[in-house]
């Protein structure tokens, strides 16, 4: 089935470890997004990328990367810079950007810095 | 893309219709509502969307008022998995976008 795998479901990170969070799907869809929701809040856009080896960045990129080598993949990278990492990471994938019909999200990572 | 307003939260008893409201009194011309929902810990799932017309689906309906200034979502028999945040979201067609969530309204479908 088609669809978006993110993983790990948990992650567990000692404070000022670099840590990646991996996407990948097999919808054929050119646009990607990483999302960042923090509890009882909406979701905030960190990255998104519309086209292989392009991406932009999103209301709060600062602290985290990304590459798009590959269309099915879009890595997330939370790296020590980020003030208040701990968080649930949501990728996303559309067939393009220019609608919001079609979102598909993976189940998403919670990520605790311990 | 414009700004939507929805009440924090509502509840709904089983096999009701749950309805939930969305103001979007900024709403310009070619811009579409579209209605998520993100049940606890999971992805947010799309459900309907509409530009003037009233649209229905095997999920929802959607009724935008004359003016699009606001819309309502409606469960037409709520169930206890239809418990979740559900997000209202304005946004324009044909340019680059990407979805922008606010805090959505936690629905309760109470037995």
């Known amino acids: 089935d088609g669809g978006i795998t993110q993983s790990p479901k948990y992650l567990f990170r000692k404070e000022g470890q670099n840590v990646t969070l991996s996407c990948e799907q097999n919808?054929?869809?050119?646009?990607m997004y990483w999302y960042r929701q923090d509890p009882g809040q909406g979701l905030r856009l960190i990255y998104y990328?519309?086209?292989?080896?392009?991406?932009q960045k999103g209301d709060i990129a600062e602290g985290y990367s990304v590459s798009r080598e590959k269309k099915e993949s879009f890595p997330l990278t939370v790296t020590s810079a980020q003030k208040n990492p701990t968080a649930f990471y949501l990728c996303?994938?559309?067939?393009?950007?220019?609608?919001?019909?079609?979102?598909?999200f993976g189940s998403g990572t919670r990520l605790t810095v311990v | 893309d414009a700004k939507t307003t929805q009440p924090t939260s509502m509840d709904c008893a089983e096999g009701r219709a749950a309805n939930l409201p969305c103001n979007h009194s900024?709403?310009?011309?070619?811009?579409?509502v579209y209605w998520y929902r993100q049940i606890h810990s999971q992805g947010p799932q799309y459900i309907i969307h509409?530009?003037?017309n009233n649209e229905t689906n095997e999920m929802a309906s959607l009724i935008i008022t004359e003016d699009r200034k606001s819309s309502t979502l409606i469960l037409p028999h709520a169930t206890l998995r239809d418990t979740a945040v559900y997000y209202c979201?304005?946004?324009?067609?044909?340019?680059?976008?990407?979805?922008?969530f606010g805090s959505g309204t936690q629905l309760t479908v109470l037995p």
């Open positions: 996303a994938s559309s067939l393009d950007h220019s609608s919001g019909y079609g979102y598909t």
């Open positions: 919808l054929n869809h050119d646009a």
């Open positions: 990328s519309q086209i292989v080896n392009d991406f």
């Open positions: 900024t709403i310009s011309g070619n811009e579409y």
């Open positions: 509409g530009l003037k």
């Open positions: 979201i304005a946004v324009s067609s044909g340019s680059a976008r990407q979805l922008t």
